[in-house]
């Protein structure tokens, strides 16, 4: 059985950086795409970004150039490494991957 098992988050001031985990169990997992996705208080669910099982890499254009995916076959775990982070990417972030979903991580921005 698919389980993925999310880990980091947190609150973090205008500016810094947190890192996300995701580790996935019950599948095989090198040669699917996994993907975050964030949720913020009365708004949709978004992509934030995916990685294929080849690592080609997609971002929203809200994230580009501060958010990297990445991802480590061995441990069978999605990385979103999250810089300069701003107010407004305050949300619930949630890891996916062969339609299961993560519990979700809160991340706050906020001075």
């Known amino acids: 059985q698919l389980r993925l098992v999310q880990s980091g988050g947190g609150l973090v001031q205008p500016g810094g950086s947190l890192r996300l985990s995701c580790a996935a169990s019950?599948?095989?997992?090198?040669?699917?795409?996994w993907g975050w996705y964030r949720q913020a208080p009365g708004k949709q669910r978004e992509l934030v970004a995916t990685i294929t099982g080849g690592g080609r890499t997609n971002y929203g254009d809200s994230v580009k150039g501060r958010f990297t995916i990445s991802r480590d076959n061995a441990k069978k775990t999605v990385y979103l490494q999250m810089n300069t982070l701003k107010p407004e990417d305050t949300a619930v972030y949630y890891c996916?991957?062969?339609?299961?979903w993560g519990q979700g991580t809160q991340v706050t921005v906020s001075s």
């Open positions: 019950g599948t095989i997992f090198d040669i699917y795409t």
């Open positions: 996916n991957g062969l339609a299961a």
